[in-house]
């Protein structure tokens, strides 16, 4: 029995059918073809799928698709707005971050979620917030330097 | 190129050209692939690790609605057969083929052993448990010990041990010897001898991006494949093999990839996707599960390591022995060899001997690894290193620099270095200021040096100029680690143009020529060279254009600064790049150059590496807190994406060290299968990781580049083993240094 | 005349030497010089090796050239990941 969902995804009000136990995940990707959501494990364990749904961050592989109704859902895809970076996006970009990139989308959304909510983290507190973001190839350095950029450019401390 | 050339592009560090993409969400995976006529594929997996086959009825699945085709091994050509004809049938192709699909009997827990494609995922996996099998439970044999015993169970019945005369059936594989010298005689001549024996578990590559690909035929015999992997060449060329087609009739797309390490060299799925598509005529799509990923792809597997070191109380290494057990799942083929080849190689050894053997258990089969082979056998040299320094009563540093490898030395693999940089690294590791910072409680500090040789290989490339005076440079290698950047910045080295003028595109098998895997640490050096000899081509092209323009001879035309000059005295302006690109079709046509080649003048890589722990005594949890990797990588392309791959590396290496292992129960099951168990290090485990890079050029490459990806992943292990043991005292030999064994040793439990 | 060093395990099939005296302008003539004096030994080489001539390695080297005073040394062949 498929399930009719109306919501609002990365600012686009949209309705799609889903499976009563399809994930977010696989509605995101599979259905409405927005595959900018990356899934790495599908338990919950590597953060791949971070979007958030009503503003709080989740894996999108735990969340079911029919939960969303009403809601508000972001994605990476959302992150760029009108064609403008966010500073993360730019942050990333310039300090070489991602490598082969398959772990960058997740990374974007949580360190988005993070910033919203504490806009001048300490490295520490960065690195515990990623903790649920797995990434194999950059040693995660470069990754926690340029969220530590970004939140100084959303504060307006950097150029 | 000259080497005092002024380099304009190379060194410095722009945006990477499909950085854009990989930030948006817009970049493609394997997984991210979709056809309207899609079926999804499933694989039904072996629940023994070793068992013989019955049966398998496939009746009630192909029932199921929605299932369009079902397959096992006999829907595979039995390449067994055909090679047995020629050569006893033991190639790699045909462990391939068993890999891939098991036939007559399943190896490992987790081996494939039918598939089946459904218009839903949901239903693929229903009709996997409508699959019935009677399986004939054997005996089988999960670890080094009883795999070598006298009275072993055979994990194949027929095969005997290559490289030993007369040798009789067993689980070794092959067996590989080499050195020089005579390690008795040298072992007289030394005034201290350590000997000490060494064992690591099975790990996995831990690439994030699970396998996957999407294949379309056509009635006519044609194969189209989306495929995430290290090389669509091998991607083509395995599946063609496995499957018995023309490589005319393959075409390949390379998705990005996520990650790969080595373990996206081979092939899993692609086959029967192949197979799944023709049997049901539509296209069909597969996407390994992490659980999969664990147990049937990579891994690399357990090892069991003795070494002997022999050093005069000046500290001069006399020789060297060390006998190397490497599981290799359940083909064979571990990493045995290069970890014989690597094992002395960072010094220079008067005597040296080390002997391999590969051994076959009955778990996956092992797959490339990150200089594969080469940081299980760092673990064990560099560790003894530590311990003789210590009872030589010299600084470790000093130690290995008397000891190090230099032009001329005749290295323990075999041949006489070249120029290498293995004591400019140590130096620069000596000189930086972690080397002497001051330590707190409970905190130790260790040091290693790690080895890889990189490889040269096969790689084409085109360079096409646009008739706006923009570039596009044609590669063969998915990118994985930033390359399209490094061959950019290369190709406007080359023309003396921006660098946002060019463009890099990973192109399909039929649009470029034959080229190796991303892997072995070549990209950069190697389609790096090919990349300039093909604009070496289109600038040969551009001053014979600017000749015609300016009515002289092509030899009075050179090219610099991205324009063509007339030599000598002369009134004519130098015609730009984009000049002569907007009137290619007046001066002769478009422009173009290629250019293909096998990479010659590989440059050999070290790295060091210094590691700072902290062991909580209570717990036994040992945190880095300070780490620094300096490595010699020719020259830095992109000094970003070279720092990348160092602290990638180290970081790799710290979780190998620290926390990952395979486990299986007594039944050859994995009980791991995840990222929550299998546990890789996440940001809140591991500090920054500063980087050094030492550039001692290679004097084979235009630009002097070596590789560099693999070498990070060398040095970590004993760093942080010997770093355990200055904070604690205890020498660990055995991985990982979970805090229950680290809290064991220090209750002085059985550490070793 | 190259100078040729063989694998350790390979040297009992060679009169138990592991060095020689070879001569041969490419990997090529080498195997097939030493063929002539170690009956089969040339054709195990080719199968299994990798060459590296002065220091550099050849994973693929049967016509690679050999200069009158290169050292060419025969060892397994590795990848990488
Ligand atoms: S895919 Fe959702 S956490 Fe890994
Ligand atoms: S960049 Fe590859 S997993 Fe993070």
Redesign the interface.
Known sequence: MKRHITATIDGEAREFLC?E?QTLLDAL??VL???????????G??G?CSVTVDGRLVCACLVLAAEVEGARVE???G??QEGV?HPL?RR?????A????????GF?VAAKSLLEKNPDPS??E???W????????????????SVLDAAADLRGESG | MSEEKKFRWVGTRPIRPDGIDKVTGRANYGADFALPDMLWGKVLRSPHAHARIQSIDLERAKALAGVHAVMTAEDLPDLFAEAAKSNGGHDGFNDLAHNVMARGRVLYHGHAIAAVAATSSAIASQALELIDVEYEPLPHVLDIASAIASDATLVHEDRVTQGVEGAGLSNVANRVQLGHGDPAEGFDLADEVIEREFTTRPVHQGYIEPHACLAQTTPDGRVTLWSSSQGHFMVRDYTAKLLDIDLSLVKVIPAEIGGGFGGKTTVYLEPLAVVLSRKSGRSVKMVMSREEVFRASGPTLGTRIKLKLGATSEGVFTAGEATLHYEGGAFGGSSVMAGCMTIFAPYAFPHVRSTGYDVMVNKPKGAAYRAPGAPMAAFALETVIDEMAERLEVDPVDLRLRNAAKEGTLASFGPRYRRVGCVETLEALRDHPHYSAPLGPHQGRGVAVGFWFNAGLQSSAGVNLNPDGTVTVLSGNPDIGGSRASLALMTAEEFGIEYERVEVVIADTQSIGYTDVTGGSRVTFATGMAVIEAAADVRRQLCERAAVVWEVDAERVVWEDGEARLKGESDQAPLTLAELAQNAGRTGGPISGRAALTARGVGMGFGAHICDVEVDPETGRVEVIRYTAVQDAGRAIHPSYVEGQMQGGAVQGIGWALNEEYVFDSDGKLENPGFLDYRIPVASDVPMIDTVIVEVPNPKHPYGVRGVGEVPIVAPIPAVVNAVYAATGVRFRDLPLSPPKVLAGLDGESAA | MARVVLPQALAPRAGGLLEHEVEGRNVRALLAALDARFPGLGAELEGRVAVAIDGEIYNDPLLEAVEPDSEVHFLPRVGGG
């Open positions: 499976d136990d990707r599979d073809l927005k595959t900018g959501t990356k899934e790495g494990c599908g338990t364990d590597c791949a994605t990476v895809e992150i760029a970076l996006q990333f970009l310039e300090q070489a991602l490598q082969c990139g398959v772990c960058t989308p974007l490295e520490k960065v690195r515990f990623l903790a649920g973001n797995l990434c194999r190839c950059t040693g995660y350095d470069k990754i926690i330097r």
